[in-house]
């Protein structure tokens, strides 16, 4: 029914900034949490900020508190990713996620039910 839409990806240099967009293609479709994970080469998938759709309650990976800023925009069903002073171990295809229910924890992939196709994120040094 609905589709998840990366945009925003790039390539950029260490202390540059990004936004990444993830729209729903369905402006009615049922939202719990909408997010974002990355998964670097070599690496597993891991979280890195995620929002209630509801109530706005925002969490974020310890590693990019204070630099990413997670937002939504419910008329757009959309959710945005602001990524401020970026670092080369920033470097990872990041994947939009979401849960149209109540399924786990925002930290834990498991709880989604929805992906977009990635998009790809470089930063140099």
């Known amino acids: 029914q609905a589709q998840l839409v990366e945009s925003g990806g790039g390539l950029v240099q260490a202390g540059e900034s990004l936004r990444l967009s993830c729209a729903a293609s369905?402006?009615?479709?049922?939202?719990?949490?909408m997010g974002w994970f990355r998964q670097a080469p070599g690496k597993e998938r891991e979280f890195v900020a995620a929002v209630t759709w509801s109530a706005g309650n925002i969490y974020y990976a310890g590693g990019v508190q204070g630099r990413f800023t997670i937002s939504r925009d419910i008329a757009k069903s959309t959710v945005n990713l602001q990524m401020n002073r970026l670092l080369p171990e920033d470097t990872a295809v990041y994947y939009c996620?979401?849960?149209?229910?109540?399924?786990?924890?925002?930290?834990?992939?498991?709880?989604?039910?929805?992906w977009g196709q990635g998009t790809q994120v470089t930063v140099s040094s």
């Open positions: 369905d402006r009615t479709f049922s939202l719990y949490y």
């Open positions: 996620a979401a849960a149209s229910n109540y399924r786990g924890s925002a930290y834990y992939s498991s709880s989604y039910n929805y």
